[in-house]
Nanobody
Framework: QVQLVEFGGGLVQPGGSLRLSCTASGSLFSIYIMGWYRQAPGKQRELVARITSGGSTNYADSVKGRFTISRDNAKNTVYLQMDSLKPDDTAVYYC?????????WGQGTRVTVSS
């Protein structure tokens, strides 16, 4: 069993930055594909960024060039650096840990981009 806890959400002005972090309990963190998803009001949950155990990354088109995902396996933590934030980035952001037959979610952290 893996428990995920996200930190770092909040209110930020357009153009600003935030860094989200997600710390996982349990072992075997390094073998999980770690992802950040988000869900805006009235919309479906969508993938924001994902990083494999080997460090390969992929991003939603809407965040490419603005967001960066990274992981520190020694700390069981995955990060999402969000720059040049836009009002459309407003959502609850969820951390996900995935490997075959295992899929875990955090409780979510709210990000609001507004002036």
């Amino acid at each position: 069993q893996v428990q995920l806890v996200e930190f770092g959400g909040g209110l930020v002005q357009p153009g600003g930055s935030l860094r989200l972090s997600c710390t996982a309990s349990g072992s075997l963190f390094s073998i999980y594909i770690m992802g950040w998803y988000r869900q805006a009001p009235g919309k479906q949950r969508e993938l924001v960024a994902r990083i494999t155990s080997g460090g390969s990354t992929n991003y939603a088109d809407s965040v490419k060039g603005r967001f960066t995902i990274s992981r520190d396996n020694a700390k069981n933590t995955v990060y999402l650096q969000m720059d040049s934030l836009k009002p459309d980035d407003t959502a609850v952001y969820y951390c996900n840990a995935n490997r075959p037959a295992r899929d875990y979610w955090g409780q979510g952290t709210r990000v609001t981009v507004s002036s």
